[in-house]
T-cell receptor, first 117, second 113 residues
Framework: GAVVSQHPSWVICKSGTSVKIECRSL??????MFWYRQFPKQSLMLMAT?????????EQGVEKDKFLINHASLTLSTLTVTSAHPEDSSFYIC?????????????FGPGTRLTVL | GDSVTQMEGPVTLSEEAFLTINCTYT??????LFWYVQYPGEGLQLLLK?????DKGSNKGFEATYRKETTSFHLEKGSVQVSDSAVYFC????????????FGEGTQLTVNP
């Protein structure tokens, strides 16, 4: 149980285009979903926290107009990278926390590799 | 604020060697502690966790004990395998932060045959 999927697993796009990444909790309802960005050989950087039906909370330094987050249901959150540029190339990982769990455990998706040409 | 500090890597061991990856934390409350593992090109997988002082988390031969007195959660394994080669992240989460995870820097482990 507690499986999180991401789609696509990798994407290559041209500079200036927008890319949408989906994050789904497959067998549970997620209170909260998180979006992370990871650069090579580095730790995960939290970009935003997303609760179903409300606006995402962005971390300091993350442009909310650049990284649009929509959390339409308890099983789906999307991250849209708008007008992507080469510096947006990165590994994007989502995670979900389980409604009612005591230990605040997060379950992670497999990640999406974005390459902007 | 909360923080997690891991021993610097990378760590290179021979198969069947003993592994220790140190992790210490700073937190305002009583956090839950986690070790996550990331294999190349993949997301993170929970390896083990502990939710209160003196709890021992264990999985796949890995162990870590929640030490409140030393604010530590060191990861150990008695005999590593080549398949254990990965990046290991120590993390904490506090209820007051809404499940938000604070990660350490990550430690790259390479196990040679």
């Amino acid at each position: 149980g507690a499986v999180v999927s991401q789609h696509p697993s990798w994407v290559i796009c041209k500079s200036g285009t927008s890319v949408k990444i989906e994050c789904r909790s497959l067998d549970f309802q997620a209170t909260t979903m998180f979006w992370y960005r990871q650069f090579p050989k580095q730790s995960l950087m939290l970009m935003a926290t997303s609760n179903e039906g409300s606006k995402a909370t962005y971390e300091q330094g993350v442009e909310k107009d650049k990284f649009l987050i929509n959390h339409a249901s308890l099983t789906l959150s999307t991250l849209t990278v708008t007008s992507a540029h080469p510096e947006d190339s990165s590994f994007y990982i989502c995670s979900a926390s389980v409604l009612g769990r005591v230990s605040n455990e997060q379950f992670f998706g497999p990640g999406t590799r974005l390459t902007v040409l | 604020g909360d923080s997690v500090t891991q021993m610097e890597g990378p760590v290179t061991l021979s198969e069947e060697a003993f592994l220790t990856i140190n992790c210490t934390y700073t937190a305002t409350g009583y956090p839950s502690l986690f070790w996550y593992v990331q294999y190349p090109g993949e997301g993170l997988q929970l390896l083990l966790k502990a939710t209160k002082a003196d709890d021992k988390g264990s999985n796949k031969g890995f162990e870590a004990t929640y030490r409140k007195e030393t604010t530590s959660f060191h990861l150990e394994k008695g005999s590593v395998q080549v398949s254990d080669s990965a990046v290991y992240f120590c993390a904490l989460s506090e209820v007051t932060s809404g499940s938000r995870l604070t990660f350490g820097e990550g430690t790259q482990l390479t196990v040679n045959p």
